[in-house]
Structures are given as C-alpha cells and as structure tokens.
C-alpha cells in the first residue's frame, strides 16, 4: 500500500494498549476506523475520542475466540464505509501462568482461543475480502515469546509462536496466489501495556471455572510474573509501536521488532537447534 488516507482499518483489542494506539495512529493518517474490543465500555471511551478528533470511526464488539463476531465486524465496516483496507489482529491476553503440567484445559482454551484462534479467525474473515479487492494488508501481533521459549507462559507462548508460523505461511501463500495483499507480523518486546493487569482480571479461574490458573501461583510463577510486570511497566510506549507499525505498512515490510534487544536470545536459539543443542534460557540483552 501506497498510501492510507480515506482507506479503512479494523483493529481489534482496539480498547487499550497497542490496539488503542493504533486506532489514534490511523485516525491521524486520514483513515476510518473500526475499533474491535470485547470491553464495550472502553471501546465507547475510544469511538468517542476519535469523533472528537474529527475521525470517521466506529466500533464493533467482538469476542475474538467467536468466529460469527469478525464476520460482524466485517459486515459493520463494509456497510460504514465501503470496504476494509489494513486489518489489525492486535487481540491478546496474557494467559494463564505457571507450570504447563498445574494449568487446566480452561486456561489453555481461553489463551489460544483470543491469542491464536482470533487470529485464524480474523485471516479466515478478511483475506477474502482484501484478496477480491486487491488493495490491503494484514498486521498479526505475534511477540517475542514467538521466537524464544521462556518458562511459565506455556499457553502464551504456543498461542505466539503460532501467529509467527501463521503469517509466514500466509506470506507466502498470498505471494503464491500473485495477490498484492501485504503482512506484517509484528513481534513486540516489552510493551507499557496493561496486559498482566487485564489478564489476571479475566482469567477463566477468577470466574469460578476452578481451573489450575487461579490457584496461588508458585514461588516461580509469582517470580516471574513480579519480573514481567516491572520490564512492561518500563517498556516502549504504544504509540512509538503504533508508529512503527504505520511505516511498516507502506513499506510492506513482513517482519517488525519493536527494538534489538532480544537479538541476541533469537540467535542463539537458532544455533542451538542447527546444532542439536538442548535451549538455554531467554534473556534480552542489558540496556
């Protein structure tokens, strides 16, 4: 894509964080938005905001684990503004945390139900549509948890390295299909989110399923979570990642880090595999 003014993007976790950002970001490019999120009220604040702004913009709720609510999104969008053009699939959660073997088979469907299956849910709704049209991209949030393995975060990471895989392969699908559609899979670090915060809000155990993930976290996983929350505390503001992700956009470009610092723990990784080594342990490289 050339250009974004008067196209349309559907962003969805638009409500906070990145997906929020990235709504602003678009708004200022001269784009409609349609904001997807599962939490009306947040998603109200948002439309309200961007209107003021003096953006076309609407919102949609979406539970992303439900396929029938993207083909909503889409309907909605088409009938306000005629079609889509970039499409967002920013929805996550953190997941359920702690050993693989204590989580319940709750916890490991709610976290690939919104972090992967609103992805191939998503890819399923709008490729169509942007392939018939010939003119859009798609942006998938995969992480850095998509390319390295850290303990604890099991369900996230699976969910992450699949979006990884996902969009490679819809890279090269599409490119196979001579479709001028563009991906971008975006590998976020650490990101000033609320992600923790949300995720242990929503946590299919804090609605009483019993499951592993509402137990009292182990030594390790508390740990690990105290760890994860200050680096995202301290991490890249969203917007700076919202601004990457415009560029990345019209430069058509397939994969996007939000910084260098985990370079290092990719790398590695990848030679330990060539080399039939056992993983060592992730860690970004020191600022």
């Known amino acids: 894509m050339d250009q974004l003014q008067g196209r349309t993007a559907v962003v969805t976790g638009a409500g906070s964080g990145m997906g929020r950002a990235f709504c602003e970001r678009f708004a200022r490019a001269g784009m409609n938005v349609v904001a997807a999120d599962i939490d ?3 998603l109200d604040a948002l439309v309200t905001s961007l209107t003021a702004g003096g953006a076309a913009a609407l919102g949609q ?3 992303v684990s439900r396929p029938e609510d993207h083909e909503a999104v889409l ?11 970039v499409v967002c699939l920013n929805a996550g ?18 976290t690939l139900g919104v972090n992967l299956w609103g992805v191939i849910h998503g890819i399923r709704t709008f490729v169509p549509h942007l392939i018939e049209h010939g003119d859009g991209h798609v942006v998938t949030t995969a992480s850095i948890a998509g390319h390295t393995s850290s303990p604890y975060g099991a369900p996230y990471n699976v969910t992450k390295h699949g979006v990884a895989t996902l969009s490679e392969t819809l890279f090269h699908e599409l490119a196979k299909a001579g479709s001028s559609v563009g991906v971008t899979c975006l590998c976020p670090g650490f990101v000033a989110t609320g992600i ?5 809000r929503d946590l299919p155990g804090r609605r009483g399923s019993g499951s592993g993930a509402s137990a009292e976290p ?9 760890v994860a929350k200050r680096m995202i505390d301290n991490g890249k503001p969203p917007a700076e990642v919202a601004d990457l992700v415009h560029d990345a956009i019209l430069a058509n470009q397939f994969w996007l880090f939000t910084d260098d610092v985990w370079d290092e723990p990719i790398a590695r990784r990848h030679a330990e595999i060539i080399e039939r080594q056992a993983p060592t342990m992730p860690a970004p490289r020191r600022g």
């Open 75 to 85: 309907t909605a969008a088409v009938s306000a503004f005629g079609a889509v053009h």
């Open 61 to 63: 709720r979406c539970d």
């Open 196 to 200: 923790i915060e949300n995720t242990v």
């Open 40 to 42: 009306q009220a947040s």
């Open 93 to 110: 959660v953190g997941g359920a945390n702690g050993p693989s073997w204590r989580l319940g088979v709750e916890d490991w469907e709610w």
């Open 218 to 226: 182990d030594r390790g996983t508390a740990r690990f979570l105290e």
